[in-house]
């Protein structure tokens, strides 16, 4: 009886926290970006996706979108710390009640952003527009050898995450390869440590670090590899494919359909594709199922 009572609280609990959370969620409209002329585009500084002079893939595609809103475009600065927050106007917690923040900063949310469980939860995502793995990177001189590949994905992982036995993995806490995102690699691994944003403000500075074995997403893997192709060994992916895309407030759900109806044209037209491919080169050749589908 005691174990069904708090069952039901337990659950009655959780349906609370969504519904305040969502009851109080931010939204704009489309009347409203048009009426203020400027569409705010939220980014965090990040690879080659969105940087602090408004460059990079992710910039690109909302200037466009911007365009085919018939609006002036803005960049705003973010923090990953900040990101979600200064999108909907609360921070999200454990308990899963949101905190009030002061201030919401923009309307869009897009720099390579993970369409991971963790955000799903407070934002709405639009169709993916990036596809990317989180792989184990090594400096050259590193006590690890790389697997050989054998076709399955899965048996890759596995293989890749034995490789870790003895060894100390590092990872950045709060992106896409913090280490507490993956389960096995926490098993089996001696340690699995996060690294503070502070230390390494993106992933591809692992490589001028003392770290010697680290996680990475495969965007910036790719990136490096054409930069500085003997600063590091590809030993394997610790996980499968995951998506990225734009996000937006829970309650803007117009301006979502909205830009799904663009990107959707865009992607069709063959013009994203070319975008794509001067930014990520490698990530579109090697993604390239992905990335040349008919439609996202």
């Not at 230390?199 to 770290?211: A, E, G």
């Not at 930069?227 to 309650?251: C, E, H, L, R, T």
Request: net charge positive.
């Amino acid at each position: 009886m005691n174990k069904l009572y708090a069952k039901t609280i337990a659950t009655v609990f959780c349906f609370l926290s969504i519904f305040l959370f969502y009851s109080t969620s931010y939204s704009i409209s489309l009347t409203e970006i048009r009426a203020r002329g400027e569409l705010h585009h939220l980014g965090v500084p990040y690879a080659r996706f969105a940087n602090n002079d408004a460059a990079g893939l992710d910039c690109s595609l909302v200037r466009r979108f911007a365009e085919y809103l018939g609006v002036r475009y803005k960049f705003i600065p973010t923090t990953w710390r900040n990101a979600i927050p200064d999108l909907i106007g609360m921070r999200p917690t454990p308990s899963g009640i949101g905190q009030p923040v002061t201030t919401i900063r923009g309307d869009i949310l897009a720099n390579g952003l993970s369409m991971i469980p963790e955000r799903t939860e407070y934002v709405l995502f639009s169709k993916p527009t990036f596809t990317a793995q989180v792989w184990l990177l090594a400096k050259p001189d590193a006590e690890i050898v790389p697997i050989q590949p054998t076709g399955t994905v899965e048996k890759d992982i596995e293989m890749t995450i034995e490789k870790t036995v003895g060894k100390t993995v590092f990872g950045i806490e709060d992106l896409c390869i913090d280490v507490k995102l993956f389960p096995k690699l926490l098993d089996t691994a001696h340690m699995a440590i996060n690294v503070p944003l502070q230390t390494i403000p993106q992933p591809v500075s692992f490589l001028k670090s003392s770290y010697d074995i680290f996680l990475m997403e495969s965007p910036s893997a790719l990136m490096a590899l054409g930069m500085w192709p003997y600063s590091f060994k590809i030993i394997g992916p610790v996980a499968k494919q995951k998506n990225m895309g734009v996000a937006f407030a829970p309650d803007s759900l117009e301006l979502r359909d909205e830009f799904n109806r663009f990107f959707t044209a865009l992607w069709k037209s063959g013009e994203y594709q070319k975008l794509v491919n001067s930014y990520y080169p490698n990530s579109f050749q090697y993604f390239k199922k992905f990335f040349t589908k008919s439609s996202p």
